[in-house]
Nanobody, 124 residues
């Protein structure tokens, strides 16, 4: 059974930082591209960042470029999302997702497995 479990969310003031983690089990993690998506209340789920199986390729939403870094540790089956200079508009439920393709795509429909999410709230 494939499981993706997010952690690291919380409440932070604008300008602060958070580090989210996604721990995977039940799949050959090193073969999967992993993405992070966020969903604000009453809004659609949007792409944040993705990293390919080896970590050599990454992609970021324009809204987070320069503030967010995605990384992975295949030995630990984890993907991390370091978020700095957080803004109130970064508030939302953050989900990690995995797909078997080799490219860090931004389309959520391409991802097969999803975690339950972790809440991030940035206060102004």
């Amino acid at each position: 059974q494939v499981q993706l479990v997010e952690s690291g969310g919380g409440l932070v003031q604008a300008g602060g930082s958070l580090r989210l983690s996604c721990a995977a089990s039940g799949l050959t993690f090193s073969s999967y591209t992993v993405g992070w998506f966020r969903q604000a209340p009453e809004k659609e789920r949007n792409f944040v960042a993705a990293i390919n199986w080896s970590g050599a390729l990454t992609s970021y939403a324009d809204s987070v470029k320069g503030r967010v870094t995605i990384s992975r540790d295949n030995a630990k089956n984890t993907v991390n999302l370091q978020m700095n200079s957080l803004k109130p508009e970064d508030t939302g439920f953050y989900y990690c997702a995995a797909r078997a393709g080799s490219h860090p795509k931004s389309e959520s429909s391409l991802y097969y497995y999803w975690g339950q999410g972790t809440q991030v709230t940035v206060s102004s």
